[in-house]
């Protein structure tokens, strides 16, 4: 039997010790994991999605867990040196949940918090206009500050630069012409802007009628024959509520698009909830009526809605028409867990699991394509900057419409 010296009995020790402590260095978090891309395949009628999340110290790989249940049953573990991961195969219009930690040899991070996203439903050939559509819901009447908050808005909006603009409560929101913007038209705090560079307003194919006065609670009637007119959604939370809609040109191409505004009902509750889908039953009828010729149109606003909501049933009135929300039909994602209400909290408001947007787009997938999708907030080092334009983040959608 050979017997090692002291000296090389002594080196071993040390870097057998090094080595263990080394394996059992716990890798650090992984942090926000983020869905920022997704796809389809037209030859496969399957779907896929991309995450990304912060480089763990520590690590040398990370596991992924992807799953069709909140819960993570049935999970399937990938793993990865890099910090992102793409999913393909995956079933369309379905929704996964995903899962990241970080793992040094034997020893592993903490998990992620899980986050959810649905994958794109349809995906037809687009080789129509783009355009850049912006709902924004300013708060210029009922929060305070106006004056102060009114300039860091506009800068939102130049910062951005959209083709349309569905503005809510914004009675007081002044886009100067020099801005290059118009109004399609207005009804009680609904305002929708078109760039002048990219739009005219359909002629009308019939004459205007004349204003049809009020109803029985004091709230005017839906205007029913224009290529511009506001349609009645109800008299909700001592109110009358409205949506307004305007046809607009593309002065290139001589397109016709329809582009609707609309604010629904506040609150979380039952009542609140049947009201916003008895709203959207009426919008999407009256549209249906407006719009014989079956021009697309592209639906967008407050909804006061989002699907970590039980009772969220307007968006099935939506998605029986077909319509459904542009955050799920985005090709690129940007921001995805910020709220788009902020609440004028200096720290963003996040949430993991859908990103509880209230403020939406919806476009038919067979009528176009969500080729981005972003909240609009303006952020420096984690930090809303303030003056804070609203209690509102501006959502703002790169859409691609199929002609």
């Not at 024959?225 to 506001?230: E, R």
Request: aromatic fraction near 10%; charge should be positive.
């Amino acid at each position: 039997m050979r017997v090692l010296a002291a000296g090389a009995v002594t080196f071993l020790l040390m870097l057998t010790g090094l080595e263990a402590a080394s394996a059992a260095t716990r890798p650090g978090s992984v942090g926000l994991v983020s869905f920022t891309a997704a796809s389809y395949s037209r030859s496969t009628g399957t779907a896929g999605l991309t995450v990304d999340w912060y480089t763990a110290s520590h690590a040398r790989s990370y596991e992924v867990f992807i799953s069709r249940h909140y819960s993570m049953d049935n999970a399937k573990r990938y793993t990865t040196t890099a910090s992102a991961k793409t999913f393909t195969g995956l079933a369309r219009g379905a929704s996964y949940f995903v899962q990241v930690r970080a793992r040094n040899g034997s020893a592993v991070g903490s998990k992620s918090a899980r986050v959810g996203h649905t994958t794109i439903r349809r995906l037809d050939p687009a080789a129509g206009p783009r355009y850049r559509v912006m709902t924004y819901n300013v708060c210029s009447q009922k929060c305070s500050s106006w004056s102060t908050r009114q300039p860091a808005a506009l800068a939102r909006i130049a910062a951005y630069s959209p083709d349309v603009i569905a503005a809510q409560e914004a009675v007081n929101l002044a886009v100067p012409p020099a801005t290059g913007y118009a109004e399609a038209v207005s009804k009680s705090s609904k305002r929708l802007l078109y760039k002048t560079s990219r739009f005219t307003v359909a002629e009308p194919t019939t004459p205007v009628p004349a204003d049809p006065g009020e109803n029985h609670v004091g709230c005017d009637r839906t205007w029913p024959k224009s290529t511009t007119g506001y349609v009645y959604l109800g008299y909700h939370d001592a109110g009358c509520r409205y949506a307004v809609w305007a046809v607009l040109v593309d002065r290139q191409t001589g397109q016709p698009t329809v582009f609707v505004d609309v604010h629904t009902v506040a609150g979380d509750n039952e009542t609140r909830a049947e009201q916003r889908e008895a709203e959207i039953k009426t919008l999407t009828s009256h549209l249906t009526t407006i719009n014989p010729g079956g021009l697309p149109v592209v639906y967008a606003g407050d909804f006061n809605s989002h699907k970590n909501r039980d009772n969220d049933d307007m968006a099935s009135v939506f998605h029986r028409l077909g319509y459904y929300d542009a955050f799920d039909l985005a090709l690129k994602l940007y921001r995805q867990h910020h709220n788009s209400y902020n609440g004028f909290d200096v720290v963003p408001r996040i949430s993991y699991k859908w990103g509880d947007h209230v403020d939406h787009v919806w476009i038919r997938p067979s009528e176009g394509r969500i080729e981005r999708w972003a909240n609009g907030a303006l952020i420096s080092n984690g930090r809303m900057v303030r003056p804070i334009p609203s209690d509102h983040s501006p959502i703002v959608v790169d859409v691609r419409l199929n002609r």
